[in-house]
């Protein structure tokens, strides 16, 4: 099953390797995305594959949107201007045995352990008591290492800043009668109206169960941000305010900073009496989850509202 | 040398990726590329200590806190790659999205797919 999975991924990547026409290069794309979550999901990581299948959902959308405006945009009378100069087979040649290589160079100098596994130990034996909570991988971005979550969102920030910078329109979507394809199929709309609410409802869950089981705060709000992809697909609205949705974002940026700051850097937990310490440690990482959900689900619904506003342009 | 056949084929989708991005013109194909690429990595770094049959590093799937010597820690899968991955994935999608705006924009300017000719133009502008 494993090695299956494994040969269909690079197949895959070989496929797009060769592929011209550039939708079918980026269905590809998204059945490696999830043939490649399947594979995280053999490796015992469940929190990981559920991300990769909805990081697929979201890159999908976004390079078909870029290439629905490269076709609008192309002049039909105007043949595709290429370069004139093809490479030569020496410059082929050369890149090849580059790339092998390279791959030679990383097979021999891979080593054989990686990390300490007395570290592996101390997060399982002792996140439950530290961090709280059942789910170690959430404890460890949670708790241990909140400063990645911090930058994190601070990545996620400064790419919704870009996104906004560089898409030139205003602030109120243009209003034309076009309406979104999907509004031609009965199938896909009837399909859509049923799984959308199963949506929402799934993104909370992920969100607020996130600290006992496999999920958390951005794959809830992953799943969030999907329920307003479906939301905009069937009812055709484009209602919501993108600067009010953007300042949010930045108060809850500003939210998680300071709850990360008071209870993680200035080690609150020591405050609390010992029998109170396992609420207090799920109240935080409920809060913290949610926080990121909300986070995560304002910036990427940002990012789909410019897109549509790009493409209806 | 590398320990299991995860690694392995890592490595081979990185190269893949590489030569991909080094011997293609298209633009859009280059992003292509640059999200495998991180896939790859994603995908090597949780299979560090990797063995099949590997439980998720999560309490409640294993049974609880006194069952974790009855599994043994060898038969639970390492949960620190997995909390590095996780905002690793995240923010491969805004570089994503970062990107395909990027292309956007360029198109706009010079109304090409292809690198060499973008260069031309900018060049010659």
Redesign the interface.
Known sequence: M??LM?FL??IT??I??WEKR?VR??LW?GL??FV?SI??FI??????AM??AA?SV??TI??I???E??YT?RNPEQK????Q?N?SLVS?GL??L???F??GL???F?P????D?H???L???R??TDVGG?????A??LGY?VF??LF?AL??V??VV??IH??HFDETPPKDEKQSEVRKSNVALFLMRIVAPLTIVFGIYLVVNGF???G?G?QGGLAIAAFFICRYMVYDIYDISMSKVNKMEEMVFAAISILAVLIVFQEAQALIPYHLLPMFQNIYLIAMNGLVGLK?AC??LI?FY?YIA?ERS | ???N?????A??????????L??T?NI??S???I??ME?SV??FW?????S?G????????IGG?EY?DVVG?EN????????????A??????????N??????L??KY????W??AK?RSLTE
């Open positions: 494993l090695e494994l991924w690079i990547a070989c797009i390797l550039h290069m980026v794309l490696s995305s490649a594979i995280f490796l015992g990581s469940p929190d990981v991300a990769e990081i979201f890159s976004f390079f949107v870029c290439l405006k490269y945009l595709v201007v290429s370069s100069k490479d082929h890149r090849i580059f790339a092998v390279l791959f990383f097979m021999y891979s054989d352990t990686y990390f596994p570290l592996k130990e997060y399982i034996r996140a439950a059942e789910n170690i991988v959430g460890i971005y290492r990645d979550t994190e990545v996620l400064v790419a870009a996104v560089m898409s006992l089981t496999a958390g951005f995560v910036g990427f990012l410019r790009i | 040398m590398p320990a056949i995860i690694e392995i084929s490595i081979l989708m990185f190269i893949i990726s590489f030569y991909g080094i011997s013109k859009i194909k992003i292509i590329f999200v495998l896939v994603v995908m949780l299979s560090f200590g990797f099949l590997q439980l998720p590093p999560i309490l409640s799937s806190m974790i820690i639970i899968a390492d949960p620190f790659p997995q909390a590095l991955m996780i905002t994935i995240i923010i491969g999608l805004s570089i994503t999205a970062v395909t705006i990027m292309f956007i924009t198109y706009r109304n090409t797919i292809d060499d000719v031309e």
